[in-house]
């Protein structure tokens, strides 16, 4: 559905969504030349998705010293890699839950 909103640009970005009170399925990881780019794996109501941060080495350490739930701003983006399709989120930005409450 995202894809009958093409193309994207400039005049017409890719959307944005919101997630909120998701958990830290596996911890982030640096990856890519220069280990610039971070991917990170979160889980919500039983779904466990992978997330990538381009450019942001720095969040790394911060998304894995967190203790609680986040609130993900992010793109969706379907990943082909070896003829596998997988939905993963590219991550625009992230923060500390407000809300304690677990959604899994």
């Not at 350490?61 to 983006?77: M, Q, S, T, V």
Request: net charge neutral; aromatic share 10%; charged share 20%.
């Amino acid at each position: 559905m995202i894809e009958s909103m093409a193309p994207f640009g400039a005049g017409n970005p890719r959307p944005v969504f919101v997630a909120s009170n998701v958990e830290l399925h596996e911890p982030a990881k640096l990856f890519g030349q220069g280990e610039r780019h971070v991917g990170v794996r979160f889980k919500q109501h039983g779904q466990i998705l992978r997330a990538v941060a381009f450019s942001q080495p720095e969040w790394a350490e911060k998304i894995n010293a967190h203790a609680g739930c986040f609130d993900l701003a992010f793109r969706p983006n379907v990943n082909e890699f070896n003829g596998m399709r997988k939905v993963e989120l590219q991550l625009v930005d992230w923060r500390a839950s407000a809300s304690s409450t677990h959604n899994t």
